[in-house]
């Protein structure tokens, strides 16, 4: 954990360790974990710094803040997924969300990129595009969007798709606020079941 208060600065970020995958293992991915950590908060603290030290008035910009945390949404013998989540106040409205997945291969460490999740030579940007349009679109109303928005944020595109992980009985897709719908929507997970994509995934 890294933690830093003082005035004008909040900064607490949780990072995951890992303990049993091996000697080899459990060292690499720490380090790799500590250091991307270590990395955020010097970026995050090297522009909030920057921005205090312009300000006319120091005293009366609100507090620049990081807050990061994980939680453990998968874990089998062939895939370890976290997910990544917290949010960066650098002044305006409201904080900006953060969340990323970190999937990898318990038994090596290694970083499992999100198209391995997938089977060699499928499409699956085109069909996660057209199972995510077809739960959501439905639902215009509730969330407070309209379809133009559903669709460019539902495209099949990599960047619309980059935080998902696999489950018991199918695959969850996180949609921060506004990919598919605006802020106050607030974020969205949306769960594809199993059998709809019994042809898509690979073994993890």
Known sequence: RLHLTEP??????????VLGLGAKVDEAFNDQSKNR??????EFEKEARMMLSEAPDAAGVA???????????HLSNRLLALLISGAEYTGG?????????LLVDP?????????ELF??????????????????K???????????????????????????????DGLYILFPPYQVAPYYSS?????????KLSKLLSDH
């Open 8 to 17: 004008g600065l909040a900064v607490d970020v949780r990072y995951p360790l």
């Open 37 to 42: 950590a270590h990395e955020m908060v010097a």
């Open 63 to 73: 507090a620049q803040s990081l807050n990061v945390d994980f939680e453990t949404k």
């Open 93 to 101: 409205a409201h904080p900006n969300p953060l969340f990323y997945t």
């Open 107 to 115: 038994a090596s460490g290694r970083k499992v990129a999100v198209p």
């Open 119 to 136: 089977a060699a030579n499928s499409d699956y940007l085109a069909t996660l595009s057209k199972l995510a349009g077809e739960e959501l």
């Open 138 to 168: 439905p639902r215009l109303e509730e969330l407070n969007t309209d379809a133009k928005w559903v669709t460019e944020g539902t495209a099949a595109k990599a960047e619309n798709f980059d935080v998902l992980w696999p489950g018991e």
């Open 187 to 195: 974020t969205l997970f949306l769960s594809l079941i199993l059998y």
